[in-house]
């Protein structure tokens, strides 16, 4: 046991080195909140360019093949690329790119056709064009397949009828993929097809969710009477299911879970360092004490378990199901962390910002964890993948298979 | 990055697992567990003839040499198997006292008779309820003889030697404390068996009248050194925690899939998926901790005192959390005398203390992250 790298990652991770400190050091960064500011130009501007730079250097993609502009390289060399990276403000500058990048371009390259492959893959690759992917819906969140975005076709043209909600990224990008209804009358996973359009076009809307934060991240796209030719379909009619499952574990294949926002342990024991409570310093105090080692214990099993993870990439081994368990840690845990750092602050945990005591670092934290909680998959659906996936437990009994979409009881 | 096991360890662990599920069945753990028993005596045998009381041992001591990862590995076995011997007390506690403190003469003198399985250790604390600190041992050390009482000696009832902790001099505090190696057959030792809530691991209390014991390492270090050894205990109690974790989710995950009810497998209910994917987290957080503790054992590394805390903190939770929900999700047949749950609850609150509660490891965790970030 060791941690150290190979003498091909060495190599690698030298390469890498050398090239960020030549040429990261003066592409910007994302500031604290990258996703706030996905929205804001000059943010948008220094993205494009330092993913163009990437892009040109071969280091965009590092497991895509090199035919498609990617590096040809293996997941443990994307690992280090992204820790690489990671030490430069610029490492924020990816987000805008990762849902397309990440989901959506691989979709295209598994199903779409060889010219629409050609025309796409490589300017979204240098950060010319942005994608995002419109599954969730108003009526399908967590149970996405219970979407209604009506498509129907009138000879070689699709018209689009619908809305999309919690679509990250929709007000910057330039296409979508997008999965719609295409049969009401079938059983509802079979009655779906994707495509792909641009956001562009005549009958797409897109409005900015303000969320319980005050922040901006999300958006409701609507669509009324969009065109989009059949030669933009992604798989087979009625397939649209089996095409999502695709992007989808294009998703989960993504390593880390770095999210939190930089809120843990040290910085709570930094605050409990500065504090006086009832009985002396914070820090001190035994149920302090016991919370911080808690949540400590926690993070440090994250860590190592991405070390697991990361230990089966070195060795060309498919990670195991423990790389399932991140996100269902670090949400609740920001949640809790942040509210028991507010508690320690006393009746100035209610202040924020700059008012606040850690210019409102906890504030922020717990404002934004209930969507944590919630985005890309909640608790509650992770922990079914983790007993169904992982375990192998029996599904929930489906009142909803085998009877047509139309027929479903649907609420409100 | 290398953070797992080698496919020569990963050998081992499938060697120990396929020897212990034949040897070491509910059978032989009940076997002690319902009688006056201290351990299982055969079990006992064949373990040492596999040669892993030794894994750690060096070569020059009478042991294989392997190393810690790969008794690391055997202790999760063991920790599956619930093994009823006192390989714990014997070799995490006895023979780590021995290789942090004893001097070369003492090192070979018991040692070899640990590898070779003729000698059963074990580590006495506690002197009465509450934490254990400083002020709390009383029992005397003076003139190489031993006077005072230990209680909940886990495995005390069988052990042929014991290290203890001694207040070896009239300063205050640490400062006045040792350890002796005392055995446990000779003059003005008494035992007697205590009434506890796993007897599959039989607890004793110790009364000294001027027993003679010889000093481990130096009068006045005896709580620095009881600390270093739990340190390295706990690490390799972790895995066994691990094991007897995963054992219960395998176990709540059988019965969820076989049981029905409502005219359908209970675990296709909510309720149980979220209360095992939930064990499965803690589980793989307590594994991973343990992992890094394993690591920090090889190296004997500067993190060592964090990563033994985290592991200790992390695989007590897990396997709580694991066996009690075991038994909720077997509901009314798994608080049975009959059906093996028990047996796990029962172990895992005993593992979960014996080393010193997971308070005080919360405790002694901040105050290493503390003086890491100090320095």
Known sequence: ?412 | MNFDFSDDQKMLRDQARRFLTEKCTAKTVRKVFESDAGHDATLWKQIAEMGWHGTAIPENYGGLGLGYLELCVVAEELGRALAPVPFSSTVYLFAEALLAAGSEEQKKKYLPKVASGELIGTFARAEGPGAVTPKSIRLSFKGGKLSGKKIAVADGLDADYAVVLARTGDEAGERGLGLALVDLKGPGVTRRVEDSIDPSRKHAELSFDNAPAEALGKAGEGWDLANAVLNRAAILTAFEQVGGADICLAMAKDYAMTRYAFGRPIGSFQAIKHKLAEMYVNNELARSNAYYGAWALLTNARELPVAAAAARVSATQAFDYAAKENIQTHGGIGFTWEVDCHLFYKRSRELGLVLGSQRSWKDKLVNALELSNAA
């Open chain 1, 1 to 412: 046991m060791d941690f150290e790298d190979t003498k091909e990652e060495a190599a690698f991770r030298a390469e890498v080195r050398k090239w960020l400190d030549a040429n990261a050091k003066n592409a910007g960064g994302g500031g604290d909140d990258a996703l706030a500011e996905r929205a804001d130009k000059e943010f948008l501007k220094r993205a494009k360019a330092w993913q163009a730079r990437k892009a040109d250097a071969g280091y965009a993609r590092i497991t895509w093949p090199k035919e498609v502009g990617g590096y040809g390289g293996t997941p443990i060399q994307q690992v280090i690329f992204s820790q690489e990276e990671g030490r430069f403000d610029a490492a924020n500058l990816g987000s805008p790119f990762a849902i397309g990048l990440g989901m959506c371009i691989p979709t295209l390259m598994a199903y779409g056709a060889k010219d629409a492959v050609a025309r796409y893959v490589k300017p979204a690759l240098h950060g010319e064009e942005i994608w995002c992917q419109l599954f969730s819906e108003p009526a399908g969140g967590s149970d996405v397949a219970g979407l209604r975005t009506r498509a129907e076709k009138n000879g070689d043209t699709w018209t689009i009828n619908g809305q999309k909600i919690w679509t990250t990224g929709a007000q910057i990008s330039d296409y979508g993929i997008l999965l719609t209804r295409t049969d009401p009358n079938a059983p509802k996973h079979k009655g779906l097809t994707m495509f792909y359009l641009s956001m562009k076009a005549p009958g797409v809307e897109v409005r900015p969710i303000k969320q319980a934060s005050g922040q901006s991240g999300f958006n409701e796209v609507f669509f009324t009477d969009v065109k989009i030719p059949d030669s933009q379909r992604l798989g087979e009619v009625g397939q649209g299911w089996q095409v999502a499952l695709t992007t989808l574990m294009h998703e989960r294949l993504a390593v880390g879970g770095g999210q939190g926002g930089g809120l843990d342990v040290p910085q709570l024991m930094g605050l409990a360092r500065t504090l006086e409570l009832e009985d002396g310093p914070a820090i001190k105090n035994a149920a302090v004490r016991e919370k911080i080692a808690d949540w400590y214990v926690r993070s440090a099993g994250l860590k190592y378990t991405t070390y697991r993870t990361m230990t089966a990439l070195s060795r060309g081994q498919q990670p195991g199901p423990e790389a399932s368990i991140a996100k269902i840690v670090v949400a609740p845990k920001l949640q809790d962390l942040s509210a028991f750092a507010m508690e320690l602050e006393g009746e100035a945990g209610a202040l924020k910002g700059a008012d606040a005591p850690a210019h409102g670092a906890f504030q922020m934290g717990w404002m934004s964890s209930p969507g944590l909680r919630i985005a890309g998959g909640t608790d509650e659906i992770l922990k079914n993948i983790i007993a169904e996936r992982v375990l192998g437990l029996p599904q929930d009994v489906r009142v909803d298979k085998d009877v047509p979409f139309n027929k479903l009881p649907s609420g409100k």
